[in-house]
């Protein structure tokens, strides 16, 4: 009988370490839907495509190469595994934005009547190339060289993140207006984008 309860015990307690809290490794139980989900090259354009392992994720594409669902998905695993590993995310707010976003992906830049910059200073009529659009919906240009990397879609997805750990999104990145942004985030996003660079993204 006492071996029985020190089994089972055994068996309980691995199956509660089994959940060491945020895992940037995330299930793809709609597996059918993420493989019918693709880009149609002869289709027309914007298409929209969800990305796989993030539930309800998707983009809008301008074309099948801005940017292949893969590379956007293994973007958002960049960026979880860097945010957990700064920030933590007990409580789940971050990895549930991320399986809702919608990101629209642009070749074209456009101007913004008005924003703040990385220190916080209010600018106007400046070209922008990201912006959030809602809760879940972020625009972002391409990048330069055609990479995601060089994109400022890590950027857009600490504004979401933010938003949905404190309610305000931080528009004034480091200034002093909003909370939420501070120098760690900076940091967090040029890690993320050296990690992309590695992998060539
Ligand atoms: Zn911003």
Known sequence: MLKKIVISLCLLSCVTCSGHGPSVFLKNENKRIYKNSSCDPNGE?????????????S????NCDTYPKHKTALAFFVFYHKWVEHFGDSDYA?????????VQWDP???ISKRGYSLDGKPFINRTIVGRVESENIIWVWQG??????RSALIHELVHLALRAK?????????????????FSHTLMIQECKQMLEAFNI
């Not at 309610?167 to 942004?181: F, I, L, M, S, V």
Request: proline residues 8%; glycine residues 10%.
């Open 45 to 57: 354009f914007p298409q929209m495509v969800i990305l796989p392992f993030f539930e309800n994720a």
């Open 166 to 182: 404190n309610g305000t999104a931080d528009p004034d990145h480091e200034g002093g207006k909003y909370k939420g942004w501070t």
């Open 94 to 102: 971050v990895k549930g934005v991320l399986q809702r976003v919608m």
């Open 108 to 110: 074209i830049k456009k």
């Open 144 to 149: 330069y060289e055609h990479k995601i990397s």
């Open 59 to 62: 983009q809008i594409m301008p």
